[in-house]
């Protein structure tokens, strides 16, 4: 399977303590994006990368909160000092972006979900 | 500011039915994007359609259509016929065309579809 994966696709954890997420987009993307979404809402944008530059982060995106792309390939999001208000399913998104055309925009594919659960 | 509305929190029909599922946006922009994805309860967001601001045609997909209307700033669904396997939540969501190539996606609160038999 070539699609967008996440990995865990669970995880629980206490109060307090950090946790990280990973994503691997679709092979030939060149952006990735983090969501999250809590219960009977629609996903919220955190941020999103075009390879390995970082281009926007929404204020959602606490200090608590840190995403990386080293390479251009993988990303990883890690919450620091994790609170119960950050429950959510963590959903990750790629696409490909070519060129300068209007044509070239392409949909974001979404992976699974990593469902976060803090005690 | 950008938003997206849709209305209808839930909706149940019977198998065979039609139904209409609505999304109105807001954009400053003259250049956006929109989309609707489908949410199983397995929970992976599939996408279904994206429609560029420059093209107001209309669209068709088997049983799925599309209705872009800018002058109303909406882009409702429509599933004909509709089926139980296509119980799920439906989003619709705009993206700002800011880079040409559209950012990140602001989504609806969704709507819940239930389809008995």
């Known amino acids: 399977d070539t699609g967008v994966s996440q990995d865990p696709r669970h995880k629980i954890t206490k109060r307090g303590q950090n946790v990280t997420f990973r994503c691997d987009p679709i092979?030939?993307?060149?952006?990735l994006y983090w969501y999250r979404q809590t219960l009977g809402q629609g996903p919220e944008f955190l941020t999103y990368f075009q390879n390995e530059a970082q281009l926007e982060k929404s204020r959602l995106l606490s200090d608590r909160f840190s995403a990386e792309r080293p390479k251009g390939s993988f990303s990883t999001l890690e919450i620091q000092r994790t609170e119960q208000g950050d429950s959510a399913m963590y959903l990750c998104a790629s696409s490909l972006v070519a060129g300068g055309l209007r044509s070239s925009y392409n949909e974001q594919f979404f992976g699974p979900g990593t469902r976060l659960t803090v005690l | 500011a950008q938003k997206v509305t849709q209305a209808q929190t839930e909706i149940s029909v019977v198998e065979k039915e039609d139904v209409t599922l609505d999304c109105v946006y807001e954009t400053r922009d003259t250049t956006y994007y929109l989309f609707w994805y489908k949410q199983p309860p397995s929970g992976e967001l599939v996408f279904l359609i994206r429609?560029?601001?420059?093209?107001?045609q209309n669209e068709i997909s088997g049983r799925y259509s599309w209705n872009f209307q800018k002058s109303t700033s909406s882009f409702n669904f429509t599933i004909t016929a509709s089926q139980v396997v296509d119980s799920a939540v439906y989003f619709c969501a705009l993206s700002e065309g800011r880079d040409q190539a559209g950012t990140a996606l602001i989504f609806g609160k969704g709507t819940t579809l239930s389809v008995s038999s």
């Open positions: 429609r560029n601001s420059f093209d107001e």
């Open positions: 092979s030939e993307h060149n952006r």
